[in-house]
């Protein structure tokens, strides 16, 4: 296959093209700090919270790899071209969701919302990181992965700041409200939350339109193009693609789970349990249809299954011939996504108790007097002041949460494309080592620290560590995968990050519940242990002789 010569773009070419990487990290941003407070608002516990965010490592396993086989497969000029017609559509979806996600009245309907706007989100998301590696040459992948992770900490830094300047411009707290609102069936979701959802679905569409008005594509050449007229003549349209592998993906496990749970009823008291065995049914009902597909080529019937969960394939066979270096770096990333999903579920309620001093206790009793509330019982004065109390220094948790969070964020918009030199003189690698250690110091300094403005020190290493860990694996990674395949082999990265969430999401309610006291302070000093895990494995990252940045890379 001919090989396209690609040019080497402006320093504003490459800003626009990632622009739209701004709007997708806001809705991000406000993933990371606000939807787990808002479930705590709606009446969730700490250790429900795991299985609650369920949505983003289940999305972005299934969705990211299906979205980059077919771009990969796509080439629409009347749409943009191969990876625009899909983050636009993401766009439109994430932006959709976050309009209506502070309306959420109770938690079942937000828990829904953040399914639908995880969906969105990874859409755009696996297109865009291989749009980067599309338009640009190996000089200056490094480059182009750095500036798209200068946007994902200016997005993710207005997300964050926009909650904490709201929550002190906004915030009106006066005594009997939270039990006004209550009373008239509306949510205790802050109204001042509502202004940072919409300031991001405006950023969302806004930035991906202008990345799409401003990059063109680099057409296929014209025996490329041949090649996916070819493999689409028998192929259903990308939307029946998508709708299709998600209803075979699905529909077994779940009727199997809902069959084994009424077989034992108390599967249904167990959450996590159950959705372990659906995540193990599910697994295995994937290697079966694999293998039904692979030995039956003869059979039209199973071939026009086969046709239909072609991406799904497509991922399958990329991960069988995937490079060591990506073997490697998903042990890294077992340890850094678990932890980066811990610290975002717990920092807050880490700040009800370390800066605000709300106990386990504290909570229960307010859990306890909202649940009599809406019950319909009559509310002492002194309950209902203490309810509006703890309300109260919850939404200043969660406004200096954003705080803290934007900070780190705007840390790795200014330290971003300064990596860039620091991994050419000294190695991608090193940099990326030595970025894993000053997270976990952060994280493990972080429930030790009382003052809150000290607490915006840890946030300058976390702020460093994950500009690092935006951009340079990407980077690495985009060197050693080959570029027919780049668009699959960016949504198997994803898989390595979502992966780990997922084994958070079903493990970690019970580890808090059960071995850190439900203290959601622990949870952060566990979450440190894990980046300095991730760390010790990164040494093992070795790019082949012919990538290497520097000799410190091998």
Same mark, same amino acid.
């Given at each position: 296959?001919?090989?396209?010569?690609?040019?080497?773009?402006?320093?504003?070419?490459?800003?626009?093209?990632?622009?739209?990487?701004?709007?997708?990290?806001?809705?991000?941003?406000?993933?990371?700090?606000?939807?787990?407070?808002?479930?705590?608002?709606?009446?969730?516990?700490?250790?429900?919270?795991?299985?609650?965010?369920?949505?983003?490592?289940?999305?972005?396993?299934?969705?990211?790899?299906?979205?980059?086989?077919?771009?990969?497969?796509?080439?629409?000029?009347?749409?943009?071209? @191969?990876?625009?017609?899909?983050?636009?559509?993401? *766009?439109?979806?994430?932006?959709?969701?976050?309009? *209506?996600?502070?309306?959420?009245?109770?938690?079942?309907?937000?828990?829904?919302?953040?399914?639908?706007?995880?969906?969105?989100?990874?859409?755009?998301?696996?297109?865009?990181?291989?749009?980067?590696?599309?338009?640009?040459?190996?000089?200056?992948?490094?480059?182009?992965?750095?500036?798209?992770?200068?946007?994902?900490?200016?997005?993710?830094?207005?997300?964050?700041?926009?909650?904490?300047?709201?929550?002190?411009?906004?915030?009106?707290?006066?005594?009997?409200?939270?039990?006004?609102?209550?009373?008239?069936?509306?949510?205790?979701?802050?109204?001042?939350?509502?202004?940072?959802?919409?300031?991001?679905?405006?950023?969302?569409?806004?930035?991906?339109?202008?990345?799409?008005?401003?990059?063109?594509?680099?057409?296929?050449?014209?025996?490329?193009?041949?090649?996916?007229?070819?493999?689409?003549?028998?192929?259903?349209?990308?939307? $029946?693609?998508?709708?299709?592998?998600?209803?075979?993906?699905?529909?077994?496990?779940?009727?199997?789970?809902? /069959?084994?749970?009424?077989?034992?009823?108390?599967?249904?008291?167990?959450?996590?349990?159950?959705? !372990?065995?659906?995540?193990?049914?599910?697994?295995?009902?994937?290697?079966?249809?694999?293998?039904?597909?692979?030995?039956?080529?003869?059979? @039209?019937?199973?071939?026009?299954?086969?046709?239909?969960?072609?991406?799904?394939?497509?991922?399958?066979?990329?991960?069988?011939?995937?490079?060591?270096?990506?073997?490697?770096?998903?042990? !890294?990333?077992?340890?850094?996504?678990?932890?980066?999903?811990?610290?975002?579920?717990?920092?807050?309620?880490?700040?009800?108790?370390?800066?605000?001093?709300?106990?386990?206790?504290? #909570?229960?009793?307010?859990?306890?007097?909202?649940?009599?509330?809406?019950?319909?019982?009559?509310?002492?004065?002194?309950?209902?002041?203490?309810?509006?109390?703890?309300?109260?220094?919850?939404?200043?948790?969660?406004?200096?949460?954003?705080?803290?969070?934007?900070?780190?964020?705007?840390?790795?918009?200014?330290?971003?494309?300064?990596? !860039?030199?620091?991994?050419?003189?000294?190695?991608?690698?090193?940099?990326?080592?030595?970025?894993?250690?000053?997270?976990?110091?952060?994280?493990?300094?972080?429930?030790?620290?009382?003052?809150?403005?000290?607490?915006?020190?840890?946030?300058? /290493?976390?702020?460093?560590?994950?500009?690092?860990?935006?951009?340079?694996?990407?980077?690495?990674?985009?060197?050693?995968?080959?570029?027919?395949?780049?668009?699959?082999?960016?949504?198997?990265?994803?898989?390595? $990050?979502?992966?780990?969430? /997922?084994?958070?999401?079903?493990?970690?309610?019970?580890?808090?519940?059960?071995?850190? #006291?439900?203290?959601?302070?622990?949870?952060?000093?566990?979450?440190?242990?894990?980046?300095?895990?991730?760390?010790?494995?990164?040494?093992?990252?070795?790019?082949?002789?012919?990538?290497?940045?520097?000799?410190?890379?091998?």
């Amino acid at each position: 296959m001919v090989k396209i010569t690609k040019p080497r773009l402006s320093f504003w070419q490459i800003w626009n093209m990632n622009v739209g990487f701004f709007g997708i990290q806001f809705s991000f941003g406000l993933q990371q700090t606000a939807v787990s407070p808002i479930f705590s608002f709606l009446g969730a516990h700490h250790d429900e919270l795991p299985l609650l965010n369920l949505a983003g490592p289940v999305t972005g396993l299934l969705i990211q790899p299906i979205i980059g086989a077919i771009s990969d497969k796509t080439w629409s000029p009347k749409w943009g071209g @191969r990876r625009k017609p899909f983050f636009l559509i993401g *766009a439109i979806l994430a932006s959709l969701c976050l309009f *209506a996600f502070p309306f959420s009245p109770e938690l079942w309907f937000a828990v829904g919302l953040l399914w639908i706007l995880d969906a969105g989100n990874n859409t755009a998301m696996e297109p865009y990181r291989a749009f980067v590696g599309d338009k640009l040459p190996d000089s200056q992948l490094t480059f182009g992965y750095q500036m798209q992770s200068l946007f994902v900490g200016a997005g993710i830094t207005l997300a964050n700041l926009s909650l904490f300047m709201f929550q002190h411009w906004f915030s009106t707290p006066e005594t009997g409200g939270l039990f006004d609102a209550a009373n008239e069936g509306a949510s205790s979701i802050p109204t001042w939350v509502y202004y940072s959802f919409f300031l991001g679905a405006l950023a969302s569409i806004g930035t991906v339109m202008w990345s799409v008005w401003k990059t063109p594509e680099i057409p296929p050449t014209d025996e490329e193009l041949q090649e996916i007229k070819r493999h689409n003549e028998d192929t259903p349209a990308p939307i $029946i693609q998508i709708l299709s592998v998600l209803l075979v993906i699905f529909s077994v496990p779940l009727l199997l789970g809902y /069959l084994t749970a009424n077989i034992f009823p108390e599967l249904w008291h167990n959450t996590n349990l159950l959705v !372990v065995i659906m995540l193990v049914y599910a697994f295995f009902w994937l290697y079966f249809l694999y293998r039904l597909i692979k030995k039956n080529t003869d059979n @039209r019937t199973i071939q026009k299954l086969g046709d239909t969960l072609d991406p799904l394939l497509e991922a399958a066979e990329a991960i069988g011939e995937m490079p060591g270096f990506l073997w490697k770096l998903a042990a !890294v990333y077992l340890f850094q996504w678990y932890a980066l999903f811990v610290y975002w579920q717990f920092m807050p309620p880490m700040l009800r108790t370390s800066l605000y001093g709300i106990s386990n206790e504290d #909570n229960a009793r307010f859990d306890s007097i909202m649940e009599s509330f809406r019950g319909g019982a009559e509310i002492s004065a002194q309950d209902m002041s203490f309810a509006e109390q703890i309300q109260s220094l919850a939404e200043q948790a969660l406004g200096h949460a954003g705080l803290m969070n934007g900070t780190y964020n705007f840390v790795t918009m200014l330290v971003a494309l300064a990596l !860039v030199p620091m991994a050419a003189k000294i190695g991608s690698k090193l940099v990326y080592v030595v970025c894993l250690f000053l997270t976990g110091i952060a994280m493990l300094s972080m429930p030790f620290i009382a003052n809150k403005w000290l607490l915006l020190a840890p946030m300058v /290493l976390f702020g460093i560590g994950w500009a690092a860990m935006m951009g340079i694996p990407y980077a690495m990674v985009s060197k050693v995968i080959p570029e027919e395949r780049r668009g699959v082999y960016m949504g198997i990265v994803n898989m390595m $990050i979502v992966i780990p969430m /997922l084994i958070q999401t079903v493990s970690f309610g019970p580890i808090i519940k059960n071995f850190l #006291n439900n203290d959601a302070t622990w949870a952060i000093i566990f979450a440190g242990v894990f980046f300095i895990v991730a760390g010790i494995f990164a040494i093992r990252l070795n790019l082949p002789k012919d990538k290497l940045d520097t000799s410190l890379d091998a």
